[in-house]
């Protein structure tokens, strides 16, 4: 009885010993691949700047994106802004009003669109519209050989597609921040005339009488590097997407779910860097 005792306890040792060594091989399996991956993206991304300021210089396509990623996302990153603006109103009046503070209702609203709700959510609604459409558009382009079909023709594909997208997200995401962050104000606006009644001059004179030069500008600033976080993962996730129609949706989600990651680390970090600076 004890020798079969033992001998089950030996067994059990052994298995919970390959369990162990299972998991430890998936974790560092998991590892090499998400420090190549990294190291991957580091050549690409020294690849872009390399192509950036080599001639010649893809100034019509260029135009062309920038028109494709500003002038097509105005409709979405307009109405996005102005019902932003209108909530973020409404919601906060009734607490305001309770502390007797309703008066400084549009100088908190000026400060929290400028400073962070306006570049955060247009930078993550730019990235799910414009950079699973650049994930989507360049895992296509691959599946049908046409990267391929530039290389043999004697083109510079990765300055073509690439370095022009990407430029044109950096140029145009800032745009769009500017222009949600007015009509935010617009919303914000017609939300304090819901239940008062707030002249137009009297509310944006509180609007700007609350932002500062310190507020204005290094949103500004983090929005240039939310537009290139955006374009170029979107590329990268496109131009080394797998070959198959699966490619494409995968290509498309891993963009979107990246860069909206990318944004928030990149959104901690420039408050901190803010702070101190300003501090």
Not at 107 to 121: D, L, Q, T, Y
Not at 141 to 159: H, W
Not at 167 to 186: D, E, G, H, K, W
Not at 255 to 261: E, G, N
Request: overall charge neutral; charged content about 15%.
């Amino acid at each position: 009885m004890s020798e079969q005792t033992n001998t089950g306890t030996v067994e059990q040792k052994k298995a919970d010993t390959t369990t162990e060594v299972k998991e430890s091989v998936k974790i560092t399996a998991g590892l090499s691949k998400f420090f190549e991956q990294v190291a991957d993206f580091s050549i690409f991304m020294g690849r872009y700047f390399r192509e950036l300021i080599r001639p010649p210089y893809e100034i019509n396509e260029i135009l062309k994106q920038c028109y494709l990623v500003g002038y097509k996302s105005l409709g979405l990153v307009g109405i996005t802004g102005f019902i932003m603006g209108l909530v973020l109103t409404l919601q906060s009046q009734p607490t305001l009003a309770e502390f007797g503070a309703e008066a400084w209702l549009p100088n908190m609203v000026a400060v929290s669109i400028v400073r962070e709700i306006g570049p955060v959510i247009t930078a993550l609604i730019c990235a799910g519209k414009v950079g699973s459409g650049i994930g989507a558009e360049l895992a296509s382009m691959k599946v049908t050989e046409q990267i391929d079909a530039m290389e043999v023709s004697g083109t510079n594909p990765f300055k073509y597609i690439v370095v022009s997208r990407v430029i044109a997200t950096t140029l145009m995401i800032p745009v769009l921040v500017v222009l949600s962050n007015a009509l935010a104000f617009i919303g914000a606006y017609i939300g304090v005339n819901i239940t008062s009644d707030v002249s137009f001059p009297l509310f944006f004179a509180k609007v700007f009488e609350a932002l500062k030069f310190s507020d204005v500008l290094p949103a500004f600033i983090k929005t240039f590097f939310f537009g290139f976080a955006i374009g170029i993962i979107s590329c990268y996730k496109g131009y080394n997407s797998n070959k198959g129609t699966e490619g494409v949706g995968l290509a498309a989600n891993a963009a979107v779910v990246t860069a909206s990651l990318i944004i928030f680390i990149l959104d901690m970090l420039a408050v901190q860097v803010t702070n101190t600076i300003l501090n």
